[in-house]
């Protein structure tokens, strides 16, 4: 069969909703990736025959898709900040929102040898991609699923550095003092388990919910910070909606905001905060 052909079976198959916008240039990904090639090939030729062998995969991929699983599940590995992580059943796959919090973070003015510590790690994009952005620090990590550790392992080997890793709620492993924590822990509040596109039944849901509000998690984080963070340290903290402006109106006296890092859709999605002289 030729790319054509194939694109026109996933295109009956897929239809745009919420959670898969754009089904099509979904469907030139799975072939791309099969075949190797950029989706540029994908689009310059669609008369091109697809060994019989790949054609069978893809059907079983767009299937999959077609049910709602994640693209980047299929396919098994997903981009962020440049590099590719694997991504594993189980274990919340990275989201671009974050590349943002990765990004203001690098911004900082951190010491030379920064210790690090990112809390609620899953497939450990944050440890890993700051270890690798910053080779001189010492990065250490914790979540509560021994899946998401096994997962940021492999993509700390993946990349060749070396993070300390922990079995742990939040930061408890941990006695710091830390120049820089992190955190993407889950913000969703309860209420949205009824409502979620397709895509989020397959991720833990350990990942996503923290309560009634969606801010258990970070809350009790954000009362350890006096005490993991060194004194000018910085802590930074991916949120929700509406979520920044609840968290800075009840700080512990010894934290001041720093700045809240707006998304493309104007969500306050980065909280930083940094800890008081004294
Ligand atoms: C939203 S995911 C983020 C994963 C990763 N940091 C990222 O940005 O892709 C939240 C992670 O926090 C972990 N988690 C949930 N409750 C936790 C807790 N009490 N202590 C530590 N980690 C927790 C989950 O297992 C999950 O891996």
Redesign the pocket.
Known sequence: MTIAELLAEARALLKPREGMLFPEREARAFLAWLLGKDEAFVLAHPEHQVPEALVIRFREMVARRGKGEPFHLIVGFCP?FGREFAVAPG?????PE?EL?LSAVLRLPLPPHPRVL??????????VSLKCELPKATVVA????WQ?LHLARKNADKHQVTIGLAL???ASAWRGPFDLVV?????LPEAMRHRLPPELAFE?P???F?GENGLT?VR?LIQDLPRLLEARGFAAL?LGEGQASVLISALPPQLEPQDVVYDLRGVERVLLLRKKQR
């Open positions: 962020f274990v919340l796959i990275p989201r974050t919090l990112d809390v609620g790690t899953g497939s450990g994009v944050l440890a914790s979540d509560v699923s998401a742990a709620h939040l955190a993407n822990l889950p913000y833990d350990r990942a996503l923290a998690l009790s991916e």
